[in-house]
C-alpha cells in the first residue's frame, strides 16, 4: 500500500490522540475549545511526531470546516493568496481552516500578511512550530492567537499507539504479526518522544522480519539494524538541541556527573562537537567559577585537545573536563557581580571617572586645580592604599559578594587583614 502506515494510523478522534493529556483530557483549555467550535486562531508548539497536525484534521471535522494544509518551508504568500481567492460563498461559507506548517520558516513580512485574512474572518489560522513561537513568530501574529505546547510522548503511550497500528498494519498481512511487549519498548525508546518515528519504524520492522509458518516475528536483532542511526538524531537548529544543551549544563551545575555524562554521550552522537567545547567552557567560569579557578584551565585544556583530535576520541578529553566540573566546588560569584555592574551601567549608571584616575597630565605638580593626587599603590607597605576609585555618584557600590568556598574566603581574609590603609 502506497500509504504509510503514520497516515493510515493517524487518529481521527481527540480520544485516539496520546500524550497530550495536559492539553486534550477532560476539562481542559483545548479540549473545550475544539469541542466547543469556536473560531481560534491556535499555535501548537511541541517536538515533531506529538500529534499538531492530527489536531488541524480533527478540528477542522468537528467544526465542518475546509482544511487547506501549507508547509511553509516550500510555500510562500501566493500560495495562500491563491487559496484565499478560491474561497466561495457557497463552498465555504463559514470559512476555512489554514494550517501552516513549521511557521518559523516564514519570514516578517510573510507572517504579517496574514494578519488582514486572519482579521476579516476568511480563515481561521493554525500554525505549528518546533521551535519556541515567542522568538520565531512575529508579535502582531502572535498577539492575535492562541498558544497551546505538545510534550514528547511518554513511552508507555506511545506503546498504546504502537499496538493500534500494529492492528491496522495486519490488515494487509496474510501472516500473524508478533512483537512482544520487550520490542513494543524497544520501538519506543529510539524514538525520542516521536511518534510518527515510531509508527515508521514499527511498519519498517515488519517489512524488513522474515515469513515462517505463516507467522512474521519482529525481534530486538531487526529492531537494532533500523533504530541504530535514527535514535540520535535531532534538529541542531531546534528547541530538542537548546534543552539537551540545557540539561547537561544544569547537571553539571547540580554536580550530578552521571546525569551530565548522559547528556554529553548524546551530544557526541550527535556530533555536536562545538556545542559541547562552548558549554563546557562556560560552565568552568559561571558555575565552577572561583571555588576552584584551576577548573577553566583544566577545562580549556580538555577543549584544545578534543578540537584537536575530533571524535570519536574527543570523547575521552571532554569526559574528563565534565567529570571534574561536576565535582568541583561551585561559585558563580563572580557571575553574578559583573552582571549586577552591567545592570548599573544599563540603568544611566554612567558617572564621569574620578579626575586622579584620568590621563596621567591631571597628577602634574603644576596642576593646581586637583584636589586629589593619584596614590601609587607599589609606594605603600604590601602594595595597597586606601583610595576611591569608583565615581562619586556611586562610590558606595557593591559588586562582588565573596563565597562561602574556602578559597574565596581566604580573598576575604586578606582583604580584612591587608596593612598600608591610610
Given at each position: 500500500?502506497n500509504?504509510?502506515l503514520?497516515?493510515r ?13 495536559h ?17 481560534v ?23 465542518n ?33 489554514l494550517y ?22 476568511r ?9 519556541n ?12 492567537m492562541?498558544?497551546f505546547?505538545l ?22 498481512y ?15 525508546n ?9 509508527i515508521?519504524?514499527?511498519e ?11 507467522k ?11 533504530t ?5 538524531t535531532?534538529?541542531?537548529s531546534?528547541?530538542?538541541h537548546?534543552?539537551l544543551?540545557s ?12 546525569a ?9 552522537e ?8 562552548r ?19 583544566f ?69 593646581k ?9 607599589h ?23 565573596f563565597g562561602?568556598n ?17
Amino acid at each position: 500500500m502506497n500509504i504509510s502506515l503514520a497516515s493510515r494510523a493517524r487518529p481521527t478522534k481527540l480520544t485516539q490522540i496520546v500524550g497530550q493529556d495536559h492539553l486534550l483530557g477532560k476539562e481542559k483549555a483545548l479540549r473545550k475549545i475544539v469541542d466547543s467550535k469556536i473560531n481560534v486562531n491556535l499555535v501548537l508548539y511541541g517536538p515533531p511526531g506529538t500529534g499538531k497536525t492530527t489536531l488541524a484534521y480533527i478540528i477542522s471535522k468537528k467544526s465542518n470546516k475546509n482544511l487547506e494544509i501549507l508547509n511553509c518551508t516550500s510555500a510562500g504568500v501566493p500560495d495562500i493568496k491563491k487559496i484565499i481567492g478560491n474561497l466561495s460563498a457557497f463552498k465555504n461559507p463559514d470559512g476555512i481552516i489554514l494550517y501552516l506548517d513549521e511557521i518559523q520558516y516564514f519570514n516578517k513580512k510573510q507572517q504579517q500578511t496574514l494578519l488582514e485574512f486572519i482579521e476579516d474572518g476568511r480563515i481561521t489560522l493554525m500554525v505549528s512550530t518546533t521551535e519556541n513561537p515567542y522568538f520565531c513568530i512575529h508579535n502582531a501574529l502572535l498577539s492575535r492567537m492562541s498558544v497551546f505546547e505538545l510534550r514528547s510522548i511518554e513511552n508507555s503511550e506511545i506503546v498504546k499507539a504502537l499496538k493500534r497500528a500494529l492492528a491496522i498494519l495486519q490488515d494487509d498481512y496474510e501472516e500473524i504479526l508478533i512483537l512482544s511487549e520487550d520490542v513494543f519498548e524497544t520501538i519506543a525508546n529510539s524514538c525520542s518522544g516521536d511518534l510518527r518515528r515510531a509508527i515508521s519504524t514499527l511498519e519498517l520492522a515488519v517489512i524488513s522480519s522474515k515469513s515462517e509458518n505463516k507467522k512474521i516475528i519482529v525481534t530486538n536483532g531487526i529492531l537494532s539494524q533500523i533504530t541504530k542511526i535514527s535514535n540520535t538524531t535531532y534538529d541542531k537548529s531546534g528547541d530538542s538541541h537548546y534543552n539537551l544543551l540545557s540539561g547537561f549544563q544544569k547537571s553539571i551545575r547540580g554536580s550530578d556527573q552521571n546525569a551530565s555524562l548522559h547528556y554529553l554521550a548524546r551530544l557526541l552522537e550527535s556530533g555536536d562537537l562545538l556545542s559541547i567545547c562552548r558549554r563546557l567552557l562556560v560552565c568552568a567560569c559561571e558555575d565552577v567559577g572561583l571555588a576552584y579557578p584551576q577548573a577553566t584551565t583544566f577545562a580549556k585544556s580538555c577543549v584544545d585537545i578534543a578540537l584537536q583530535v575530533g571524535l570519536p576520541e574527543a570523547k575521552i578529553p571532554l569526559a574528563n573536563a565534565v567529570i571534574l566540573l561536576c565535582l568541583s566546588p561551585k561559585s558563580n560569584s563572580g557571575y553574578k557581580a559583573i552582571n549586577k555592574a552591567i545592570s548599573e551601567i544599563k540603568n544611566g549608571m554612567l558617572a564621569k571617572i574620578p579626575r586622579y584616575l584620568q590621563n596621567n597630565c591631571f597628577n602634574k605638580e603644576n596642576n593646581k586645580n586637583d584636589e586629589k593626587k593619584y596614590k601609587y599603590p607599589h609606594d605603600f607597605k604590601n602594595h595597597y592604599v586606601k583610595q576611591q576609585y569608583l565615581p562619586d555618584e556611586i562610590k558606595n557600590s557593591k559588586y562582588y559578594e565573596f563565597g562561602e568556598n574556602k578559597l574565596e574566603q581566604s580573598f576575604k581574609n586578606f582583604c580584612k587583614n591587608r596593612s598600608g590603609e591610610n
